[in-house]
């Protein structure tokens, strides 16, 4: 494998090999697509200019066009605005000489306002109001008539020109004397500045001859209604200054902008080489640049780099996507391919393996899709066969050899029903049931001499076949150490020295007791074990709360110390190990408890006898914990004094 792959792989690392392959192919594909991404990335920028540089072109001509229509659109709006203020000056001259005009009003009618004082003495007209509906009628907003030497005589509305106003006296009203001397003469002037009157503002002027009387006629239109009118002849309302979405489009008349940003004027397009494309900074930002003459018109298209690639990157996102669509697509179809076909299959096997390794031996592997897998399915179950007859041996030989251990464990352990039946000095009882075929749990009773025996409950740490060869040894060094006439304290002291010693892994707690059968006494050692239960004659069974010595086996030096008490004919005392106390409820999990065990044999009656008592208190034990199988060695042993040894002597 290649050093890039592995340096994606953890050392030591095992990795499925659905994510090896997959990894691998991601790995090949993706240096594949930063190629295939970086040559678009190339071509893109240069097809991007080419691209934009032909839009660029079409719209400055464009533009050119637009503006020539432009041109030729104001020229005919100024002559027919132009012609129209002659119509309409003519028309008005005309309608002043018309007799019939004047009988609109009867002689002697008044205006709804009065007429100025020197206004009122002109025979020309009936009213002012006649000048109103001249103004109505056409939509002009000043009528002004002068006398044969221009001089104002009349004018509508009210202040307009001031009356007296000389017509020779300003420039811009002068040229309208050429018409006295020239009456075929009908003149309309460019928009200008009013003079006369109480306000000024820009105006459109027409003069003609007056018919009724000598002097000129004067009409003006207020320019806002003129200019509204030519601005529909403006470049601007041709031309569309934005280019693309962020560019734009200028267009200069005579070096004066007429089309584009305001910020475009103070532009030093000289510097702009014609028909060349150029990339230049404007207002910020980086713009390719194109620039055309047409006489006395240039048009200038500049467009964004920005928006330029943005095309580029919509075009490679656009392919980065179509790819990782393809490529997902190709993972996804060659991924189900090698999970259901190799995959999958190797998992059924694996769990197949997973429960043989946990010894379902009846388990059987049965992937048969292709003949590899057919091969490797019956490989397996022929080892599994074997296996399992191999340790179906193992385990015929294991059961014999743990029944040949609990015969044996149960024979180191006394009969005492068959060994003290009928005895007239007491009666005794135990029993021992193991958590598994043999135990670390034991117990004893035996004759030192004709009048002195010696019994105990001990038990050991663990279980199993461990505790069942310490308890043994501990019961053969107990026995064969209390056999020499030893003293109960050097009994146990000589066998802790020894578990001490020679045993690294377990320990031993027990409750031992030696009695005399004349005397009534019992001595006692308690190594670290469970209190026994004492009941006299005369009262009940209570826990007995004898003094602690250390537990056996893990202090070679420890000293023992042994504590007498008086039994009396009548009383019991009762041996037992935690598995009768500690054992549990299988809903609750909570133990038997001491306070069970004494309800239990105080319930017995004093007539019972000890073999009696050990199973009520095991089926006690039984009954709590629903008949489950031990979860710990259990042993109970029961001793009552019934008469001293010296009594039968009589």
Same mark, same amino acid.
Not at 253 to 279: C, F, M, R, T, W
Not at 623 to 633: A, K
């Given at each position: 494998?290649?050093?890039?792959?592995?340096?994606?792989?953890?050392?030591?690392?095992?990795?499925?090999?659905?994510?090896?392959?997959?990894?691998?192919?991601?790995?090949?594909?993706?240096?594949?697509?930063?190629?295939?991404?970086?040559?678009?990335?190339?071509?893109?920028?240069?097809?991007?200019?080419?691209?934009?540089?032909?839009?660029?072109?079409?719209?400055?001509?464009?533009?050119?066009?637009?503006?020539?229509?432009?041109?030729?659109?104001?020229?005919?709006?100024?002559?027919?605005?132009?012609?129209?203020?002659?119509?309409?000056?003519?028309?008005?001259?005309?309608?002043?000489?018309?007799?019939?005009?004047?009988?609109?009003?009867?002689?002697?009618?008044?205006?709804?306002?009065?007429?100025?004082?020197?206004?009122?003495?002109?025979?020309?007209?009936?009213?002012?109001?006649?000048?109103?509906?001249?103004?109505?009628?056409?939509?002009?907003?000043?009528?002004?008539?002068?006398?044969?030497?221009?001089?104002?005589?009349?004018?509508?509305?009210?202040?307009?020109?001031?009356?007296?106003?000389?017509?020779?006296?300003?420039?811009?009203?002068?040229?309208?004397?050429?018409?006295?001397?020239?009456?075929?003469?009908?003149?309309?002037?460019?928009?200008?500045?009013?003079?006369?009157?109480?306000?000024?503002?820009?105006?459109?002027?027409?003069?003609? =001859?007056?018919? +009724?009387?000598?002097?000129?006629?004067? $009409?003006?239109?207020?320019?806002? #209604?003129?200019?509204?009118? !030519? &601005? *529909?002849?403006?470049?601007?309302?041709?031309?569309?200054?934005?280019?693309?979405?962020?560019?734009?489009?200028?267009?200069?008349?005579?070096?004066?902008?007429?089309?584009?940003?305001?910020?475009?004027?103070?532009?030093?397009?000289?510097?702009?080489?014609?028909?060349?494309?150029?990339?230049?900074?404007?207002?910020?930002?980086?713009?390719?640049?194109?620039?055309?003459?047409?006489?006395?018109?240039?048009?200038?298209?500049?467009?964004?780099?920005?928006?330029?690639?943005?095309?580029?990157?919509?075009?490679?996102?656009?392919?980065?996507?179509?790819?990782?669509?393809?490529?997902?697509?190709?993972?996804?179809?060659?991924?189900?391919?090698?999970?259901?076909?190799?995959?999958?299959?190797?998992?059924?096997?694996?769990?197949?393996?997973? =429960?043989?390794? +946990?010894?379902?031996?009846?388990?059987? $592997?049965?992937?048969?899709?292709? #003949?590899?897998?057919?091969? !490797? &399915? *019956?490989?397996?179950?022929?080892?599994?066969?074997?296996?399992?007859?191999?340790?179906?041996?193992?385990?015929?030989?294991?059961?014999?050899?743990?029944?040949?251990?609990?015969?044996?464990?149960?024979?180191?352990?006394?009969?005492?029903?068959?060994?003290?039946?009928?005895?007239?000095?007491?009666?005794?009882?135990?029993?021992?049931?193991?958590?598994?075929?043999?135990?670390?749990?034991?117990?004893?009773?035996?004759?030192?001499?004709?009048?002195?025996?010696?019994?105990?409950?001990?038990?050991?740490?663990?279980?199993?076949?461990?505790?069942?060869?310490?308890?043994?040894?501990?019961?053969?060094?107990?026995?064969?150490?209390?056999?020499?006439?030893?003293?109960?304290?050097?009994?146990?002291?000589?066998?802790?020295?020894?578990?001490?010693?020679?045993? +690294?892994?377990?320990?031993?707690?027990?409750?031992?007791?030696?009695?005399?059968?004349?005397?009534?006494? !019992?001595?006692?050692?308690?190594?670290?074990?469970?209190?026994?239960?004492?009941?006299?004659?005369?009262?009940?069974?209570?826990?007995?709360?004898?003094?602690?010595?250390?537990?056996?086996?893990?202090?070679?030096?420890?000293?023992?110390?042994?504590?007498?008490?008086?039994?009396?004919?009548?009383?019991?005392?009762?041996?037992?190990?935690?598995?009768?106390?500690?054992?549990?409820?299988?809903?609750?999990?909570?133990?038997?408890?001491?306070?069970?065990?004494?309800?239990?044999?105080?319930?017995?009656?004093?007539?019972?006898?000890?073999?009696?008592?050990?199973?009520?208190?095991?089926?006690?034990?039984?009954?709590?914990?629903?008949?489950?199988?031990?979860?710990?060695?259990?042993?109970?042993?029961?001793?009552?004094?019934?008469?001293?040894?010296?009594?039968?002597?009589?």
């Amino acid at each position: 494998m290649p050093f890039f792959l592995k340096i994606f792989d953890k050392p030591d690392e095992i990795v499925p090999i659905r994510r090896k392959f997959i990894r691998t192919l991601s790995i090949y594909t993706s240096i594949s697509l930063l190629i295939s991404l970086l040559l678009s990335f190339y071509f893109e920028i240069r097809a991007g200019h080419r691209e934009f540089l032909r839009v660029i072109e079409a719209k400055i001509d464009e533009a050119y066009s637009k503006t020539l229509d432009a041109v030729d659109t104001r020229e005919k709006l100024n002559e027919t605005l132009t012609s129209n203020g002659k119509y309409d000056v003519v028309a008005i001259a005309t309608l002043l000489n018309t007799p019939e005009f004047y009988n609109v009003f009867p002689d002697g009618a008044e205006t709804e306002a009065p007429l100025p004082q020197e206004q009122s003495g002109f025979e020309y007209y009936k009213t002012f109001k006649q000048l109103e509906i001249l103004a109505t009628f056409f939509d002009i907003d000043e009528i002004n008539l002068t006398d044969e030497h221009g001089i104002c005589q009349v004018s509508w509305p009210f202040g307009a020109t001031e009356i007296g106003y000389d017509f020779a006296s300003y420039p811009s009203t002068r040229h309208f004397l050429n018409i006295l001397s020239h009456p075929e003469l009908v003149i309309s002037q460019d928009v200008r500045p009013s003079v006369g009157g109480k306000k000024t503002r820009l105006m459109q002027y027409s003069a003609a =001859k007056r018919q +009724d009387a000598p002097g000129i006629i004067e $009409v003006g239109f207020d320019a806002s #209604k003129v200019t509204s009118t !030519l &601005s *529909l002849a403006d470049i601007s309302f041709y031309v569309d200054s934005k280019l693309g979405i962020n560019g734009f489009l200028c267009v200069y008349e005579h070096g004066l902008l007429k089309v584009g940003p305001e910020s475009a004027q103070d532009y030093d397009i000289a510097l702009i080489p014609q028909n060349k494309p150029k990339i230049m900074n404007f207002d910020g930002r980086v713009h390719l640049v194109l620039k055309k003459n047409f006489g006395h018109y240039v048009i200038l298209g500049a467009i964004p780099l920005t928006e330029i690639y943005s095309s580029r990157s919509a075009t490679i996102i656009l392919l980065l996507c179509a790819n990782f669509v393809l490529i997902f697509s190709i993972f996804a179809l060659i991924s189900i391919l090698v999970q259901r076909l190799f995959v999958d299959n190797v998992y059924k096997v694996n769990r197949s393996l997973v =429960k043989i390794t +946990d010894g379902d031996l009846d388990e059987r $592997v049965e992937v048969m899709v292709t #003949k590899e897998f057919a091969d !490797l &399915s *019956l490989g397996v179950n022929a080892t599994v066969d074997s296996l399992k007859d191999a340790a179906s041996e193992i385990e015929r030989r294991r059961l014999e050899e743990m029944a040949l251990a609990h015969r044996i464990q149960k024979s180191a352990l006394p009969n005492l029903d068959r060994l003290f039946p009928n005895r007239e000095q007491f009666d005794v009882s135990a029993a021992n049931h193991p958590m598994t075929s043999v135990g670390g749990d034991m117990y004893d009773f035996f004759y030192i001499n004709d009048s002195t025996i010696l019994f105990y409950v001990a038990d050991v740490s663990g279980h199993g076949v461990p505790g069942a060869l310490i308890m043994m040894k501990t019961m053969a060094l107990v026995k064969d150490l209390a056999l020499t006439d030893r003293n109960l304290e050097d009994v146990i002291q000589v066998t802790n020295h020894y578990l001490s010693v020679n045993n +690294d892994f377990s320990f031993v707690t027990g409750f031992f007791c030696q009695f005399d059968l004349i005397t009534g006494e !019992l001595t006692y050692v308690n190594a670290g074990h469970n209190p026994p239960f004492l009941k006299r004659a005369d009262g009940s069974f209570e826990v007995f709360e004898p003094e602690i010595n250390l537990i056996m086996g893990i202090a070679e030096d420890a000293q023992y110390s042994s504590a007498t008490m008086k039994l009396y004919p009548g009383d019991q005392i009762v041996l037992y190990s935690d598995g009768i106390t500690e054992a549990p409820d299988p809903v609750s999990h909570e133990c038997f408890e001491v306070e069970r065990a004494i309800r239990t044999l105080n319930g017995m009656g004093a007539t019972a006898s000890a073999n009696d008592s050990v199973k009520a208190l095991f089926d006690a034990v039984d009954e709590y914990t629903d008949n489950q199988p031990p979860s710990d060695d259990e042993t109970i042993l029961l001793f009552r004094f019934l008469a001293p040894l010296e009594s039968t002597r009589t």
